[in-house]
């Protein structure tokens, strides 16, 4: 079913001369310049494309549905634990407090080793098969080399696994389960880079090049095929394929977005997209030496030599050549660079996880945290096409996540009141409120929007009563005299502009609190206006954090 080997033709060519020359297993950079990066280039005129697209529907879920532009000439090499194919799901709350309409989150947590990495060990691990290596070096900060260990043991090539010291000592036990050989070293990412590649040479072992190695940006690009095609099938009924307008990830060496940009360019080539997505990258603030230099207009990045980040993942301080990469093509077909803290990663990964049902990777919580900030810059706009890497599973690092005090311990045998410690942020805000049932009436036409307010309120306690316009919302009040009054302000019939005129002007009804919810862009005079009848203005973009929600009940004290 997929294209044999004979017809097959892969070249690769030198980013800096252009100069081609054909996949053998001795290259080793551009022949001509010294370039150390070379692309692949297939030739899909040696191919219908129509008839292309119509066996690839045919085919498995794999990313090997895409043979024809990957990096491997025999079929029979490939190294599968059925990677890839993994879903991109439509966000429904997080979108609409967001004020997005199309939110997707590829999910990468779905694949065999729980990150976006075994797209790369599939596909490397795949050539190294084909080429005939029996044991391999890495330096990897957990997932790679989590990755690279599985597909390993299950071609029979052994791992040699350098980590950082930084890196979680879960992840590296993950490892070793595989058979891994294990090395910790005392110092940063990029040192333990160093050592390793030392080692690979002193031993005469094959050394993983990373973002260098050919295998790595082309496995990457399949998500990029894998995006097209699903939104293909969600927004365009299957028709034809389709470019999202961004693309968003945390980034650390930059082999997502670049495979990814890589793979739209060949789309955009072979006819199959018409058009190219944008590129959100997010680092953690600790260690973003391509937001800074990107701030600073510079095409070279200073490199961080202490990174200061707790989120091993996204520790590489220097990018080197990624960076040159990404910028330009962030100044061809546009983009960003963003960065997000420790602090404002963790506190998006509880409220990915509990709207979305999402549990993240902190390296993946720092995409969601910057995709927070972009919007509400108005950088990313709220009809955009926004597709989310959801990089990583939370699995091999709850522990950082979580602490220690997750669980609350009842011991019925001594019958004595066990005290819970404090806990930080929306854990501790939850206990701070009593439980004495507050009745709060939420007027907001959003259904989605709607729900996850009372979800949020009903878990504190508080008796909800919905409405869904405003009119409805003034007739509830009436009734049910509640404590507070939450309403949105652009409503269909009667806004709430009118509904916190009405209850302002009844005697019965103006002592009530009014809190006012919405995405709307105020001009100073509705803002004045707002200001000396609500009690709090919240913005759908910046309020999107849970704990604001939870607050508001204990507003009432
Ligand atoms: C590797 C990794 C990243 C960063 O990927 P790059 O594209 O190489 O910068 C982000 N999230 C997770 C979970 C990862 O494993
Ligand atoms: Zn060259």
Not at 264 to 281: C, I, N, Q, S, W
Not at 392 to 409: C, F
Request: some cysteine; proline content about 5%.
């Amino acid at each position: 079913m997929l294209t044999p080997k004979e017809s097959k033709h892969i070249e690769l060519e030198c980013i800096n001369c252009r100069t081609r020359i054909p996949l053998t297993k001795t290259v080793d950079g551009c022949p001509k310049c010294g370039e150390n990066i070379l692309e692949a280039r297939y030739d899909l005129t040696l191919i219908n494309v129509q008839e292309w697209l119509k066996a690839i529907k045919k085919r498995g879920r794999s990313l090997w549905r895409y043979f024809e532009v990957l990096p491997l000439y025999d079929p029979a090499n490939i190294v599968s634990l059925g990677e890839g194919g993994t879903p991109l799901i439509k966000s429904r709350a997080l979108a609409s407090m967001l004020g997005l309409k199309h939110l997707y989150i590829k999910d990468e947590r779905q694949g065999p080793t729980a990150s976006f990495k075994d797209r790369q060990a599939t596909v490397a691990i795949s050539a190294m098969k084909e080429i005939g290596v029996e044991s391999v070096v890495v330096a990897s900060t957990g997932n790679v080399a989590i990755a690279y260990a599985a597909y390993g043991a299950r071609a029979g090539i052994k791992l040699w696994g350098f980590f950082p010291s930084l890196a979680p000592s879960e992840k590296m036990r993950e490892a070793a389960v595989y058979g891994a050989e294990v090395i910790k070293i005392t110092g940063t990412y990029d040192q333990t880079k160093e050592i390793a590649a030392r080692f690979a040479k002193r031993q005469g072992i094959f050394l993983d090049r990373g973002i260098k190695s050919v295998a790595a940006i082309e496995a990457m690009k399949t998500m990029s095929y894998e995006i097209a095609e699903q939104l293909g099938d969600d927004l365009e009924d299957g028709k034809r394929w389709r470019s999202p307008d961004w693309f968003i990830q945390g980034v650390s060496g930059g082999m997502g977005p670049i495979g990814v940009g890589k793979g739209f360019r060949e789309m955009f080539h072979f006819g199959l997209v018409d058009k190219m997505p944008a590129l959100g990258m997010i680092q953690s603030t600790g260690c973003a030496p391509m937001v800074e230099a990107f701030k600073r207009g510079q095409r070279i990045a200073t490199p961080v030599d202490d990174p200061q980040t707790i989120i091993a993942t996204l520790a590489t301080g220097n990018p080197g050549r990624a960076y040159e990469l990404l910028y330009d093509y962030v100044k061809k077909y546009g983009g960003a660079f963003a960065s997000a803290s420790d602090e404002e990663a963790f506190n998006a990964t509880r409220i990915v996880a509990r709207n979305e049902g999402l549990s993240v990777e902190p390296a993946t919580a720092v995409a969601f945290a910057g995709l927070f900030k972009l919007v509400q810059q108005g950088v990313i706009k709220p009809d955009d096409v926004v597709v989310l890497n959801c990089s990583g599973h939370t699995m091999p690092v709850e522990s950082q996540i979580l602490g220690d005090q997750w669980q609350r311990s009842v011991d019925l045998s001594e019958r004595t009141h066990v005290p819970v410690p404090p806990q930080e942020g929306l854990v501790s805000a939850i206990e701070q409120i009593d439980s004495q049932v507050r009745r709060i009436v939420v007027i907001e036409d959003n259904a989605d929007a709607a729900r996850l307010i009372r979800r949020v309120l009903q878990a504190k306690g508080a008796e909800v009563h919905l409405a869904h316009d405003g009119e409805t919302g003034l007739n509830v009040v009436r009734q049910v005299r509640p404590d507070m009054v939450i309403t949105d302000l652009m409503m269909p019939n009667v806004d709430g502009f009118q509904v916190i005129d009405t209850l302002k002007a009844d005697p019965e009804l103006q002592h009530i609190p009014v809190v006012v919810i919405t995405a709307k862009e105020l001009t100073a005079k509705e803002r004045a206006r707002l200001n000396s009848q609500v009690d709090m203005l919240l913005q759908k973009g910046s309020s999107i954090d849970e704990e604001v929600i939870e607050n508001l009940v204990g507003k009432l004290d």
